[in-house]
């Protein structure tokens, strides 16, 4: 047999021929997503994103119109001297736990509570302006006063919260009952431990709920104090939480534990708080005399002034802070947006600011950007440590990578040449900005799917997501 075969001359040196690396090799072994896969995908999910739904707030309450879509009419008619900021736009805006409905609030007062299904169907079947106005939310209340917050009972889904900077009072709402009446009304009284004329500081800025409690809550107040109710004992707060300043708080967080809370100051420091009372027992000793001493602060313009490359070429000026918020992919970052359009990250592990966002136009945008009745409320994507916060300046989302490492496009110590010459099956993840038909105040993001619903100064809603496109 060997006679029928051909000699064929073998190279010396046999190299092995190599094959295309496969990156998802490990993801289908394991079956499992390690986050710097999911970082490196991620760009296929900022460039998917585009505006696929716009929905006005257009509700009647019975025979009479409700006071959100009054305002916009009155502004329709006097365009040269529209109604004050005071009273347009979304307020607030959060999903359920589920992602099952969304519930937002308006300046002028309205408490609308859609669902999503509903909602995300509607923007691909007949056209918005063809369906009735009121099959696209389940629930809508009117309250006698502007809202400017909105959160959900994590323990008790059929529950909503809200609060007005301009009131005392935290209405709690059960979506269950056929009633615009709220089931129970808590009020701040008067603080015993501030020294602030209360006649003038008597709003709530913001409302958080702990995960596993279903008693109790807390609320940010303008006088500089956070209050804690606890529903199974008075309606008063049964604490107060204070810091040296006594600044206007604006934003209010709890970390994974429910241990630490944080509030975001006007100032343009965050403070934090220690539940368990720190060192001292005063803390565990009645409920009349609650003692939680001050924890941590954060001053974030001398957290900025540290970075090298930012302080040499800006002039870093102290500005109050819009919002605060846990990623949720990542419990160690803490995000913040500031008056002036910036945005970044406050790592807790380091105490060190590692992320930071300056859009092109804020020299512009400073004097415009402290109004503080148009408060920005950003929030987090799902799972990849995207950020999402509404332009001050354009009628825009930014869509900026905050991931936890250095390979981030807002990470300070970012390095462009060595990202340029990475691996070309590596790819790079750059922020983007994404018109949008309106300006946007609130956004907030599906827990599952990652779609986001933006809440903007002319009361609308806006969807936005991944496009379908027909094959």
């Known amino acids: 047999m060997e006679r029928y075969l051909l000699p064929v001359d073998a190279p010396q040196n046999p190299k092995p021929s190599r094959r295309p690396r496969w990156g998802r090799s490990v993801l289908e072994l394991d079956g499992r997503i390690s986050s710097r896969y999911r970082h490196e995908t991620s760009q296929l999910i900022l460039d998917s994103y585009a505006e696929v739904g716009t929905f006005g707030h257009h509700y009647s309450i019975g025979f009479d119109m409700c006071p959100t879509h009054m305002t916009l009419l009155a ?18 805006l959060e999903f359920d736990s589920k992602g099952i409905y969304l519930a937002s609030v308006t300046k002028s007062g309205c408490l609308t509570v859609h669902d999503f299904e ?25 309250t006698s006063q502007p809202l400017g917050v909105v959160r ?13 900077r301009q009131g005392n009072k935290v209405p709690i709402f059960d979506i269950g009952y056929v009633s615009s009446e709220p089931i129970e009304v808590l009020e701040k009284g008067k603080p015993k431990n501030s020294r602030q004329d209360c ?58 534990e429910d241990r630490v809370v944080f509030a975001a100051g006007q100032n343009g420091i965050i403070y934090a708080w220690d539940l368990r009372g720190g060192r001292t027992s005063l803390a565990f000793q009645s409920h009349n005399e609650v003692y939680y001493p001050l924890l941590a602060s ?23 802070i819009h919002s605060i918020n846990f990623d949720p992919s990542c419990r160690h970052q803490l995000a913040f947006h500031l008056y002036d359009g910036w945005s970044g990250v406050l790592n807790l592990n380091s105490s060190s600011v590692t992320h930071v966002h300056c859009p092109p136009s804020w020299l512009d945008d ?29 009628n825009g989302l930014y869509l900026l990578d905050f991931f936890p490492d250095a390979s981030s496009a807002c990470h300070v110590d970012f390095n462009e040449e060595v990202l340029d010459n990475a691996d070309e099956n590596k790819r790079t993840v750059r922020n983007r900005f994404l018109p949008l038909s309106q300006s946007v105040l609130v956004c907030a993001a599906h827990p599952l799917n990652g779609t986001i619903i933006a809440g903007t100064k002319d009361s609308s809603l806006l969807l936005v997501s991944q496009k379908h496109e027909n094959v």
Not at 120 to 131: A, E, I, N, R
Request: proline share 6%; net charge negative; charged share 20%.
């Open 118 to 142: 509903s909602l995300y169907c509607t923007t691909y079947g007949p056209s918005s302006s063809s369906l009735e106005d009121e099959k696209k939310q389940l629930l809508h209340h009117s």
């Open 366 to 394: 400073q004097e415009l950007s402290s109004a503080p009745s148009d408060l920005r409320k950003p929030c987090w994507l799902p799972t990849s440590s995207i950020y999402t916060v509404g332009s001050s300046s354009s």
């Open 75 to 92: 502004n329709a008619v006097n365009q040269d001297e529209p109604i004050s900021s005071l009273r347009a736009g979304i307020s607030g």
């Open 199 to 256: 006649e003038r500081h008597i709003g709530l800025s913001d409302i958080i709920f702990p995960s596993v409690d279903k008693s109790r809550f807390f609320s940010s107040g303008l006088d500089g104090v956070v209050y804690g109710w606890d529903r199974r004992i008075s309606p008063l707060p049964y604490l107060e939480l204070t810091n040296n300043s006594q600044t206007q708080l604006t934003s209010l967080q709890l970390d994974i």
């Open 152 to 164: 959900w009972n994590p323990t008790n889904q059929d529950e909503v919260a809200c609060a007005s």
């Open 298 to 320: 954060f001053k974030l313009s001398a957290m900025l002034e540290r970075i090298a490359p930012l302080k040499a070429q800006l002039n870093i000026i102290s500005r109050g």
